[in-house]
């Protein structure tokens, strides 16, 4: 079945920037989006369709899209930005989507 | 106000059956489809599938189709993941989530912990 590939974890310190990383196949046809999750919390959307912001998530969250990869990245890290974050996109035929393997984010 | 909300954990036995559900409210819940999301202790999030409540149209990823089965009830604007025989591995956190007209999971159920053990 499609997969999506992501790095197990990345640290930053406060204030640097985070860049998470994740591939795919269909990503050049598909749009990803990237969901934060805390310990014990619902996940909640941080960009939508390559690079949209929800309303209510900082500036400082933002996605890019480059052939097979997508890249969220979170400028001026803080602290409260520490907890894993998936990728989710759809397979070639848009019937079945999947999310990535997550990517802890560690705030040192 | 949208809400998901999720019937109470439940702790069963390998080869018993379970149904939990995900009642919606606060929108129009045939307009909107529902996913279900599994997530195994400790692990990452998986892409269960995806109901669309007003036709009953319903899309299972490869790896969860056969071996549970999406549901929907629009008269009581609730949606429901079943199992016919549960095994150990199918213990996990179950969460249900609206996917809005972008595409994403923007309303998410606070979680049904299913517990299976002998």
């Known amino acids: 079945s499609y997969e999506l590939t992501q790095p197990r974890s990345v640290s930053v310190s406060p204030g640097q920037t985070a860049r998470i990383p994740c591939s795919g196949d269909t990503l050049p046809k598909q749009y990803a989006y990237w969901y934060q999750q805390k310990p014990g919390q619902a996940p909640v959307v941080v960009i939508y369709?390559?690079?949209e912001r929800p309303s209510g998530i900082p500036e400082r969250f933002s996605g890019s899209s480059s052939g097979t990869t997508v890249t969220l990245t979170i400028s001026g890290v803080q602290a409260e930005d520490e907890a894993d974050y998936y990728c989710q996109s759809a397979d070639s035929s848009d019937t079945s989507w999947v999310f990535g393997g997550g990517t802890k984010l560690t705030v040192l | 106000e949208v809400q998901l909300v999720q019937s109470g954990a439940e702790v069963k036995k390998p080869g018993e059956s379970l149904k939990i559900s995900c009642k919606g409210s606060g929108y129009r819940f045939t307009n909107y489809w529902i996913g279900w999301v599994r997530q195994m202790p400790g692990k990452g999030l998986e892409w269960m599938g995806i109901?669309?409540?007003?036709?009953?149209?319903?899309k299972y990823s490869p790896s969860f189709q056969g071996q549970v089965t999406i549901s929907a009830d629009k008269s009581i604007t609730t949606a429901y993941l079943q199992w016919s025989s549960l095994k150990a591995s199918d213990t996990a956190m179950y969460y249900c989530?609206?996917?809005?007209?972008?595409?994403?999971?923007?309303?998410w159920g606070q979680g049904t912990l299913v517990t299976v053990s002998s």
């Open positions: 109901i669309y409540p007003g036709d009953s149209d319903t």
């Open positions: 369709k390559d690079s």
């Open positions: 989530a609206r996917r809005n007209e972008y595409a994403y999971f923007d309303f």
